[in-house]
């Protein structure tokens, strides 16, 4: 990657693991990923592969008692300064990470029924978010959470803004969740299966909203999710992640038409597709996602993989990353040949 | 590809004739009835031996509600569900005691949620041979090697029968379940969202499980889900929902090529595209679902529709077949012309 670049976010080899009676769950380990300002990235995968827990550990939500950053670092380029500072460094209860969340990065997440308080009023809840992080007079911020509101396109926000979450339905509540996030504008959205529990015309209107609103508001969006629709629609690169390890990335164009892991290429065979005439079989990938406590050397989708070869997968070592072509990586030894240039990480 | 089961190809085997559930909200000391949530209106469909019926819509609009009151969980405000036995049309309302058994192992359901479908604390033999022992069917050895078979069937390790739900995935709980709905030799089984809690690589097994099997064992399915893309895959013919009522329905090819009503042109505009080059046009709807306790008057879908006209406000459209197998609710079916999604890829 080119270091001139100016990066917004950059994850290297990040490691967060969970220490449970059972065992250590390696949920993520070893992403690297970076976020270029105002660009969409879309992290895709399927359930316990880590996308959530990546998430979190930029923004530093997770339990202190049973988890912690082991490795790696994420460097996060502050709004004002300018300064380069690294999240997985500092303390999760300090000034600082205050500071960040909610004013320079915001999060939404996926369950709009359980994500606002149900004992404060829609405004309330909007209004302190804007108190906290500017000197602004209570009336003032009032009036922003308003403006806030009525930016996401809600009707009626006079009277809303006094309401208990309780009287909005699921599409107003992510609505309310959005104008929250964005309220202090953010320079990094982080959205958490934002539409996941919706249903398809609402998720088709959150989508168009999501994507105008980056444009306002000129932000970085980082959105997780596993509907591979989803993130064809939004994203203008995209990572694959599978078992807490990133297997492929590459802009949006590459990694849908031409797919190179063969987790990614099952993934986009298993879906049905409107109006495909031939009613074939859906091609699913063999199998279920392993145990998460189970540590799988060498390359860990071998165990589902069409293409596995007996000699080289279960080596000691992890699989590197490798560039296909500009931009395109991915984690496969199909594609480690000299002609593909290395990547730097593991 | 579908097997027929004994008589011709066009047997019906499930006729729905203009049923109603409502709900009654009750309000204050004396439970005084206000109003009713009408969650299923004047439905009316047939299904045909050996087919798959994909019935769509969002939450709320009641195709689960319409689901149960077919299995009778629910009983119904008013209409009629015929049920054919032994060659013969039967309404199911009107059976009781050993003949409402007698009828419930042909109809069976497979829930959405495969984590709170299996009590926790059976094991897998248990739950599957439930209800083979509530029906006297087989006991002891019999049972055992009958559960075995099922979970073969399903493409479960027979080994694992004495193990409890929790140590098992999602796609392999809800093979359990499918096996535990199959385990009387039902005719009718209910598919009630079933890979919609599932990864998007597990539903596709399970996907095709549930074809397979529908051809080894000549199921017809009534298939639920609000998943547009795979209603479309699995079925012969599909209804869509709207606020309690069926807006359309078609055979499957013709849901995309010719949609007739706004709201499957809406719904089909809203699926996200797995092809980045496709930039179709994007139908939002406007606001919500209305709420179902009190709908709009003529027209439910008149208040989000971008072709409503004055009609629309005060007339309630009629069910009307415009061409053979294809029924829709709007005044404007024959006029409008609605597209379905662009499949021509631009990459191929």
Request: overall charge neutral; hydrophobic content about 40%; aromatic content about 6%.
């Amino acid at each position: 990657m080119n270091e001139n670049e100016k990066y917004l976010l950059k994850i290297n080899n990040l490691k967060t693991y969970f220490y449970t009676l059972d065992g250590i769950v390696r949920a993520v380990d070893g992403v690297s990923l970076t976020l270029k300002p105002g660009k969409t990235m879309g992290l895709v995968g399927e359930s316990g592969c880590g996308k959530s827990v990546t998430a979190h550990s930029i923004l530093r939500l997770l339990p202190l008692k049973t988890s912690q950053i082991k490795e790696g670092e994420i460097l996060f380029r502050r709004r004002n300064d300018k300064e380069v500072i690294d999240l997985a460094k500092i303390n999760p209860q300090g000034k600082l990470i205050r500071s960040i969340r909610g004013k320079e990065i915001a999060i939404i997440f996926q369950e709009p029924m359980t994500s606002l308080s149900p004992v404060y009023t829609v405004g309330n809840q909007i209004i302190e978010a804007i108190l906290l992080h500017r000197q602004i007079k209570p009336q003032e911020a009032r009036e922003h959470a308003i403006q806030m509101l009525k930016s996401v396109g809600l009707g009626m926000v006079e009277s809303m803004i006094d309401e208990y979450p309780h009287r909005l339905s699921g599409g107003q509540r992510q609505r309310v969740m959005i104008a929250m996030a964005l309220s202090c504008s953010p320079s990094l959205l982080i959205a958490d299966e934002p539409t996941t529990a919706l249903d398809v015309t609402i998720q088709a209107q959150i989508i168009e909203l999501l994507k105008s609103l980056q444009k306002q508001f000129q932000m970085a969006v980082l959105i997780i999710t596993h509907n591979l629709g989803v993130i064809a629609e939004i994203a203008d690169e995209i990572a694959v992640m599978y078992l807490g390890r990133i297997v492929e990335s590459g802009s949006l164009k590459q990694v849908f038409e031409n797919p190179l892991h063969p987790y990614t290429i099952g993934l986009l065979k298993s879906v049905p597709i409107i109006g495909n005439q031939t009613k074939k079989r859906l091609a699913p990938i063999p199998g279920s996602v392993p145990d998460p406590l189970s540590v799988i050397e060498g390359c860990a989708f071998r165990l589902r993989c069409p293409a596995y070869k007996q000699k080289e997968c279960p080596g000691q070592e992890g699989v590197a990353m490798v560039e296909v072509e500009p931009e395109h990586y991915v984690r496969c030894l199909l594609y480690d040949r000299d002609e593909g240039v290395r990547g730097n990480e593991n | 590809m579908k097997t027929d089961m004994t008589d011709g190809n066009d047997t019906v085997i499930l006729e729905i004739k203009n049923l109603t559930k409502h709900f009654p909200i009750y309000r204050g000391f004396l439970r005084r009835i206000v109003g009713n949530v009408q969650a299923v209106n004047n439905v009316s469909f047939s299904v045909k031996s050996g087919e798959t019926l994909g019935i769509v819509g969002e939450s709320g609009c009641g195709k689960t509600t319409l689901a149960r009151v077919i299995l009778r969980a629910y009983e119904a405000t008013s209409g009629e569900v015929l049920y054919r036995q032994n060659g013969e049309m039967i309404n199911i309302f009107s059976l009781k005691g050993q003949e409402l058994k007698k009828l419930r192992r042909d109809m069976q359901i497979i829930f959405q949620d495969p984590f709170s479908s299996l009590n926790p604390r059976k094991t897998v033999m248990e739950i599957i041979a439930e209800p083979l022992r509530i029906h006297g069917i087989s006991r002891g050895q019999e049972l055992k090697l009958r559960v075995g078979e099922l979970l073969e069937l399903v493409g479960l390790n027979v080994k694992h029968m004495n193990r409890y739900p929790n140590a098992f995935s999602g796609g392999q709980r809800q093979r359990i379940g499918i096996a535990r709905a199959l385990a009387l030799r039902p005719k009718l089984v209910i598919c009630d969202e079933p890979v919609s809690a599932l990864d998007v690589s597990v539903q596709a097994q399970v996907i095709n499980l549930l074809e397979d099997l529908q051809n080894e064992l000549g199921l017809t399915y009534l298939f639920i889900a609000h998943d547009l893309s795979v209603v479309e895959h699995i079925s012969d013919r599909i209804a869509v929902m709207y606020l309690g009522s069926i807006v359309e329905m078609m055979p499957a090819q013709e849901l995309n090529e010719i949609p007739k009503h706004p709201y499957t042109e809406a719904l089909l505009s809203a699926v996200p595209s797995i092809d980045p080059n496709s930039h179709k046009p994007r139908i939002i709807l406007p606001g919500e679902i209305p709420n179902p306790s009190d709908p709009p008057t003529g027209c439910k879908f008149h208040t989000r529709c971008r072709y409503a006209e004055e009609k629309c406000k005060t007339e309630v459209p009629a069910w009307d077949e415009i061409s053979p197998g294809h029924w829709t609710l709007c005044h404007f079916s024959k006029t409008l012309n609605l597209h379905g999604i662009d499949t021509v890829k631009a990459s191929e």
